[in-house]
C-alpha cells in the first residue's frame, strides 16, 4: 500500500503530487485547507515513502494503487486533485475508477503529448529520454532544467524552490525514470467527454511545461468543466502560490 498522510476534517480530498516530489510539496497547500476539509496526501509509487514496484507502469497502475488505498480507508467517493504528474493520474482515476470520485481538479497538466490527439513515437522518446538522463547522470543531470520548467526565476533566485532542489536530490532514479515513461503514454483526451463529475482545469500563466491552453483542453473536453488561470503562477503553481490555489479549490468545492 502507498504511503500516505491525513490531516483535518470535513469533506474528503485527495492530493497528487507532481513527478519527483512527494506528499510533503503539499505542506503549504494543505495548511491552507485543512480549515475545511479532510486532506489526503499520496506518495506515489517509486517516490517519498512508497517503494518502486514494478518496471513498465503506467498511468493506470498508478490510479489502481490509490483506488486499492481508497477501497482500504473508506473515503470513496472523493475530490480527486492532482498537479502535473498527479494531474494525469488523477485523470485516470476518474476513468478508470469512476465511483472513486466526485469531484475532479486538473492542474497544470496535459490530456495528450503533442497537438495530435496519440503522440507521435518522438514525442513519446522525447518524454522517456528525461528519465534517461537521469538513469545516466544521475538527478544531479536534470536538477537544473526541471527546476527552470517548474518555478519563475524570482523565485529560484530568492531560495524558494531550494527545499524541490533537495528533494530531486534525494529521489530514487528508478521512479523517476518509471513515471517519465507512463507519462509518454498519456492519452486520456479522448476519453475524458466520459467524465461525468464537476471538473476544473487549474492552469498558471507562466507554465511553461503545461500552458493554459493545455490545461483548457481538458475542461473543453469534460461536458459542464470550469477552467481558471492563476495570474503570475508557474507550473508549481501550488508552491509558488498556495493560498491563491487553495482559494481556486474552495470557490470550486464549496
Known amino acids: 500500500m502507498v504511503?500516505?498522510?491525513?490531516?483535518?476534517?470535513?469533506r474528503p480530498v485527495l492530493l497528487l503530487?507532481?513527478?519527483?516530489?512527494d506528499l510533503t510539496c503539499f505542506d503549504a497547500l494543505a495548511r491552507e485547507l485543512t480549515p475545511r476539509y479532510q486532506i489526503l496526501r499520496v506518495d506515489l509509487r517509486g517516490h517519498g515513502r512508497s517503494p518502486m514496484t514494478g518496471d513498465d507502469v503506467t498511468l493506470a497502475d498508478y490510479a489502481?494503487?490509490?483506488?486499492?488505498?481508497?477501497?482500504?480507508?473508506?473515503?470513496?467517493?472523493?475530490?480527486?486533485?492532482?498537479?502535473?504528474?498527479?494531474g494525469m493520474i488523477a485523470q485516470t482515476l476518474a476513468l478508470d475508477h469512476p465511483s472513486d470520485v466526485d469531484a475532479l481538479i486538473a492542474g497544470a497538466c496535459p490530456g495528450t503529448l503533442g497537438p495530435p490527439l496519440r503522440a507521435t513515437m518522438a514525442e513519446r522518446g522525447a518524454v522517456a529520454e528525461r528519465?534517461?538522463?537521469?538513469?545516466?547522470?544521475?538527478?544531479?543531470?536534470v536538477v537544473d532544467d526541471t527546476l527552470a520548467r517548474w518555478f519563475t526565476p524570482e523565485f529560484i533566485a530568492g531560495g524558494?524552490?531550494?527545499?524541490?532542489?533537495?528533494?530531486?536530490?534525494?529521489?530514487?532514479v528508478r521512479g523517476w525514470s518509471a513515471a517519465w515513461r507512463a507519462i509518454a503514454g498519456l492519452d486520456t483526451l479522448p476519453r475524458l467527454p466520459a467524465i461525468r463529475v464537476p471538473t476544473l482545469g487549474l492552469?498558471?500563466?507562466?507554465?511553461?511545461?503545461?500552458?493554459?491552453?493545455?490545461?483548457?483542453a481538458i475542461a473543453t473536453a469534460i461536458?459542464?468543466?470550469?477552467?481558471?488561470?492563476?495570474?503570475?503562477?508557474?507550473?508549481?503553481l501550488f508552491i509558488e502560490q498556495p493560498r491563491a490555489v487553495a482559494a481556486a479549490i474552495q470557490r470550486f468545492l464549496g
Open 17 to 21: 503530487h507532481p513527478i519527483g516530489l
Open 3 to 10: 504511503h500516505h498522510q491525513i490531516d483535518g476534517s470535513g
Open 203 to 216: 492552469a498558471a500563466d507562466l507554465d511553461r511545461a503545461s500552458p493554459p491552453p493545455v490545461v483548457e
Open 131 to 141: 528519465g534517461a538522463v537521469a538513469e545516466r547522470g544521475g538527478m544531479a543531470a
Open 64 to 86: 489502481n494503487d490509490v483506488h486499492g488505498l481508497l477501497m482500504h480507508l473508506g473515503d470513496r467517493p472523493i475530490a480527486a486533485i492532482g498537479f502535473s504528474f498527479g
Open 160 to 172: 524558494g524552490a531550494e527545499p524541490v532542489r533537495q528533494r530531486l536530490l534525494t529521489v530514487d
Open 223 to 236: 461536458p459542464g468543466a470550469r477552467f481558471e488561470v492563476i495570474a503570475g503562477a508557474p507550473h508549481m
